[in-house]
Nanobody, 124 residues
Framework: QVQLVESGGGLVQAGGSLRLSCAASGRTFSSYAMGWFRQAPGKEREFVAAISWSGGSTIYADSVKGRFTISRDNAKNTVYLQMNSLKPEDTAVYYC?????????????????WGKGTLVTVSS
């Protein structure tokens, strides 16, 4: 069992930056691939970024590539999402999730555990 708690969301102007954190409980955190997803009002939840258990491999959605960076610190049981050059269309609730495999960590259905989310609002 893995419990995930996101933090770091808030209100930021377009062009600004935010760093999201996701703290995980459980001794097996380092064995999971981790992902970030987001859900805007009235839209389906979508993939943002994923990272392998070791941190050696990452995957990004085209919409955030070059602006967002996912990383993890297994010693701290934490995964991060650094978001730069934010746009109003990045406004959403951001969710952290854990998957048994990076191969399926880009899919909502591939995630085994979810956090409750943190709201990011980007004003124009």
């Amino acid at each position: 069992q893995v419990q995930l708690v996101e933090s770091g969301g808030g209100l930021v102007q377009a062009g600004g930056s935010l760093r999201l954190s996701c703290a995980a409980s459980g001794r097996t955190f380092s064995s999971y691939a981790m992902g970030w997803f987001r859900q805007a009002p009235g839209k389906e939840r979508e993939f943002v970024a994923a990272i392998s258990w070791s941190g050696g491999s990452t995957i990004y959605a085209d919409s955030v590539k070059g602006r967002f960076t996912i990383s993890r610190d297994n010693a701290k049981n934490t995964v991060y999402l650094q978001m730069n050059s934010l746009k109003p269309e990045d406004t959403a609730v951001y969710y952290c999730a854990a998957s048994a495999s990076l191969r399926v960590a880009t899919m909502v259905g591939g995630m085994a555990y979810w956090g409750k989310g943190t709201l990011v609002t980007v004003s124009s």
